[in-house]
């Protein structure tokens, strides 16, 4: 059974940086599509982006494009989320995620992811 963990969550200030990774382990997820979540207090969890098994193909969601940045390291079990000019509304849990789906079923069935990480707190705030 695969597992993934997240890592590199904290408290940044508004228009700060911060870089989340996400290693995936315990089973094989060759051309298993990997990307992000995440979950703001008192609201649902809601997609953030995505990045096939290649890592030629990224997608993101609105609320996000040109600022957060998804990559694949050398290694295809490794990925990383580099988040810039980071705001308030940013905050919330960031979960790992992979399916053999692709992004675009993403954004609307959550049943279809098949490994989730335990989640990575970001919080943003002066």
């Known amino acids: 059974q695969a597992q993934l963990v997240e890592s590199g969550g904290g408290l940044v200030q508004p228009g700060g940086s911060l870089r989340l990774s996400c290693v995936a382990s315990?089973?094989?997820?060759?051309?298993?599509?990997m990307g992000w979540f995440r979950q703001a207090p008192g609201k649902e969890r809601s997609f953030v982006a995505a990045?096939?098994?290649?890592?030629?193909?990224?997608d993101y969601s609105d609320s996000v494009r040109g600022r957060f940045t998804i990559s694949k390291g050398n290694d295809k079990n490794t990925m990383s989320l580099q988040m810039n000019s980071l705001k308030p509304e940013d905050t919330g849990v960031y979960y790992c995620?992979?399916?053999?789906?692709?992004?675009?079923?993403?954004?609307?069935?959550?049943?279809?992811?098949?490994?989730w990480g335990q989640g990575a707190l970001v919080t943003v705030s002066e």
């Open positions: 315990g089973g094989t997820l060759s051309g298993y599509v």
């Open positions: 990045i096939n098994w290649s890592g030629g193909k990224t």
């Open positions: 995620a992979t399916s053999r789906y692709g992004a675009s079923w993403w954004t609307s069935d959550l049943g279809v992811i098949e490994v």
